[in-house]
């Protein structure tokens, strides 16, 4: 799939999430979390495509149910009493919405760190900052590339290991236990070799080095150049409004909150402008690509 946002400048691409993630991690807002998930549930199925529904329904439907269903039995704060448990506590209202509301936020959050792995690879790292904090970009670009693989490398252990019947599922329950800590140790040696290899293949290539250019050479273009203006804009108005108080909304001791004025609704808006736009210039491109391609 054809993905033009992931190809303009690194620090154009991570502006727009540093500006995404922020703004939904900080706000409670039911529009502006609503808003975020649905944008970010996009711009996953763009980029992962199958990925990232079944991420969706296997991890996140899941933790959002149990959020959602936990924090009412913890949390008594509210007004308004639907009911009470049988150990006395009250059931409210407020803390039912708050359970959901903090779901959909960890979930849109979850969802728009999976499209910055895709989209923030470890090159674009290394460029970034390789010359102002060579060990911390080295540190992160194999932070990012670390789940892929330690997945992949799991696999791969475990088809072995379930060829010689020492697989987490042969035996009972004290063989499974053995054999499951058989896997991790083989994992954890994996993993601290690859990292000692990994960091020896970079101190051999010269890496930190005074005047080390780059793997991959990236040119701040004028598209860069418009598309950055535009998330500037829309990113620093929509900040302004979060933190000037335009987005707040309160759920205890009762819901309350001004979320359908005027100026709400404009907030919402540059919301979801910003945060459509990666899916937008893809979808732009492809039309493009595509209108090119049938002149020919």
Same mark, same amino acid.
């Given at each position: 799939?054809?993905?033009?946002?992931?190809?303009?400048?690194?620090?154009?691409?991570?502006?727009?999430?540093?500006?995404?993630?922020?703004?939904?991690?900080?706000?409670?807002?039911?529009?502006?979390?609503?808003?975020?998930?649905?944008?970010?549930?996009?711009?996953?199925?763009?980029?992962?495509?199958?990925?990232?529904?079944?991420?969706?329904?296997?991890?996140?439907?899941?933790?959002?149910?149990?959020?959602? !269903?936990?924090?009412?039995?913890?949390?008594?704060?509210?007004?308004?009493?639907?009911?009470?448990?049988?150990?006395?506590?009250?059931?409210?209202?407020?803390?039912?919405?708050?359970?959901?509301?903090?779901?959909? !936020?960890? #979930?849109?959050?979850?969802?728009?760190?999976?499209?910055?792995?895709?989209?923030?690879?470890?090159?674009?790292?290394?460029?970034?900052?390789?010359?102002?904090?060579?060990?911390?970009?080295?540190?992160?670009?194999?932070?990012?590339?670390?789940?892929?693989?330690?997945?992949?490398?799991?696999?791969?252990?475990?088809?072995?290991?379930?060829?010689?019947?020492?697989?987490? #599922?042969?035996?009972?329950? /004290?063989?499974? /236990?053995?054999?499951?800590?058989?896997?991790?140790?083989?994992?954890?040696?994996?993993?601290?070799?690859?990292?000692?290899?990994?960091?020896?293949?970079?101190? #051999?290539?010269?890496?930190?080095?005074?005047?080390?250019?780059?793997?991959?050479?990236?040119?701040?273009?004028?598209?860069?150049?418009?598309?950055?203006?535009?998330?500037?804009?829309?990113?620093?108005?929509?900040?302004? !409004?979060?933190?000037?108080?335009?987005?707040?909304?309160?759920?205890?001791?009762?819901?309350?909150?001004?979320?359908?004025?005027?100026? #709400?609704?404009?907030?919402?808006?540059?919301?979801?402008?910003?945060?459509?736009?990666?899916?937008?210039?893809?979808?732009?491109?492809?039309?493009?690509?595509?209108?090119?391609?049938?002149?020919?």
């Amino acid at each position: 799939m054809k993905d033009s946002f992931s190809r303009l400048n690194p620090f154009v691409n991570l502006i727009f999430f540093a500006f995404v993630i922020v703004l939904t991690m900080f706000t409670l807002n039911p529009i502006c979390i609503g808003i975020s998930l649905v944008c970010a549930l996009l711009n996953a199925l763009y980029l992962n495509g199958k990925k990232a529904v079944r991420i969706s329904l296997l991890y996140l439907l899941p933790m959002a149910v149990m959020i959602s !269903l936990i924090n009412p039995l913890f949390n008594h704060q509210g007004v308004t009493i639907l009911t009470y448990f049988s150990w006395g506590n009250p059931l409210t209202l407020e803390s039912i919405l708050y359970g959901i509301a903090t779901a959909v !936020l960890l #979930s849109s959050t979850v969802l728009w760190f999976s499209c910055f792995n895709t989209v923030m690879t470890s090159d674009k790292f290394v460029y970034l900052f390789g010359k102002a904090a060579p060990s911390l970009s080295l540190v992160l670009s194999m932070t990012l590339r670390f789940v892929p693989k330690f997945t992949a490398q799991m696999k791969k252990v475990r088809q072995s290991q379930k060829c010689i019947g020492r697989d987490v #599922s042969d035996g009972g329950l /004290i063989s499974r /236990i053995k054999h499951g800590i058989k896997i991790i140790s083989i994992m954890i040696t994996w993993s601290l070799e690859n990292a000692i290899e990994t960091a020896d293949s970079m101190k #051999s290539r010269g890496h930190g080095l005074k005047g080390r250019t780059a793997y991959s050479v990236f040119k701040f273009t004028q598209r860069d150049f418009a598309v950055l203006a535009f998330e500037l804009v829309l990113g620093l108005a929509a900040v302004i !409004l979060l933190f000037g108080g335009i987005s707040e909304f309160w759920y205890y001791p009762s819901i309350s909150g001004n979320i359908f004025e005027a100026i #709400s609704v404009v907030n919402y808006l540059i919301y979801a402008a910003l945060m459509l736009m990666p899916l937008v210039i893809n979808v732009w491109e492809g039309e493009k690509w595509k209108r090119l391609r049938s002149k020919i």
